[in-house]
């Protein structure tokens, strides 16, 4: 792989937006391009992974309201502009990825619990239990499974 350029990115994090510069490599085999996302970013999401996946906890898991989460994530982070329709995005995605995220977890004795039929609320319980760093995980997700966790089904 070459250096082929880089392209700036907003990450919106619980604390701060900010704006990163994501490399671009080239295969000189097949010409394709391919950016370099850092552990922290999921594909075509400004909001970072631990953001994301703390919305998730917070309402499959603890079963908090929509207006508690964004009023939850608005005082840390007063110009994400986070509201309810982000909300339901992101359970909306974690439903369509559920099974595949569920399967990740077959190859982990300690957390093969649930395969059978997993609850949302119980998968990412795993992904809690999985590491104490979330970023771990993403890591581990991609180079198991084929795909990025939480992608486009």
């Not at 977890?105 to 300690?110: E, L, Q, T």
């Not at 239990?129 to 084929?146: A, C, G, H, R, V």
Request: aromatic share 20%; with cysteine.
């Amino acid at each position: 792989m070459h250096r082929h350029g880089y392209y700036s990115r907003n990450v919106i994090t619980k604390y701060t937006i900010e704006r990163i510069n994501i490399l671009r490599v080239k295969c000189p085999f097949c010409g394709k391009t391919h950016a370099i996302l850092p552990g922290f970013l999921i594909p075509y999401y400004q909001y970072s992974l631990d953001f994301i996946f703390e919305c998730l906890y917070l309402s499959f898991v603890l079963k908090n309201s929509y207006s508690k989460i964004v009023s939850f994530f608005n005082k840390l982070n007063p110009k994400s502009s986070f509201n309810a329709s982000n909300i339901s995005g992101f359970k909306k995605r974690m439903k369509e990825n559920k099974s595949t995220a569920n399967s990740f977890f077959a190859n982990f004795d300690n957390l093969y619990y649930d395969m059978d039929n997993p609850k949302v609320s119980s998968i990412i319980d795993k992904i809690k239990n999985f590491s104490d760093d979330i970023f771990d995980f993403n890591s581990s997700f991609f180079k198991t499974m084929p795909k990025y966790f939480f992608s486009k089904v």
